[in-house]
Nanobody, 118 residues
Framework: RLVESGGGLVQPGGSLTLSCVASGFSIGSYDMSWVRQAPGKGPEWVAHTSRSGLSKYYSDLVKGRFTISRDNTKNTLYLQMNNLKPEDTAVYYC?????????????WGQGTQVAVSS
């Protein structure tokens, strides 16, 4: 199970930090990502981190403003979001993925709402 938190209403230019806590499994063996979905639009990949956290990838739309990180000892994924823009408004989901023994393992959280508005 994955549970996101930290969303809310923020003014343009503001910051938020999202957290995603896993239970029932250890994220240390999973690649982790953040995906968002804006009202009326399809899902959009935001950022990805490898199992160790050493490799990180970002959508061009958030590069330089968002930072993905993980603490495997706390079984938690984070997304630090700075200089937020109205177009960042969306429900943000965390996703855990691994492939093992020929099978895909996927976990999704329930999402946390981020609204950027003045």
């Amino acid at each position: 199970r994955l549970v996101e938190s930290g969303g809310g209403l923020v003014q343009p230019g503001g910051s938020l930090t999202l957290s995603c806590v896993a239970s029932g499994f250890s994220i240390g063996s999973y690649d982790m990502s953040w995906v968002r979905q804006a009202p009326g639009k399809g899902p959009e990949w935001v950022a990805h981190t490898s199992r160790s956290g050493l490799s990180k990838y970002y959508s061009d739309l958030v590069k330089g403003r968002f930072t993905i990180s993980r603490d495997n000892t706390k079984n938690t994924l984070y997304l630090q979001m700075n200089n937020l823009k109205p177009e960042d408004t969306a429900v943000y989901y965390c996703h855990a993925y691994k492939r093992a023994w020929g099978k895909d393992y996927n976990y999704w959280g329930q999402g946390t709402q981020v609204a950027v508005s003045s």
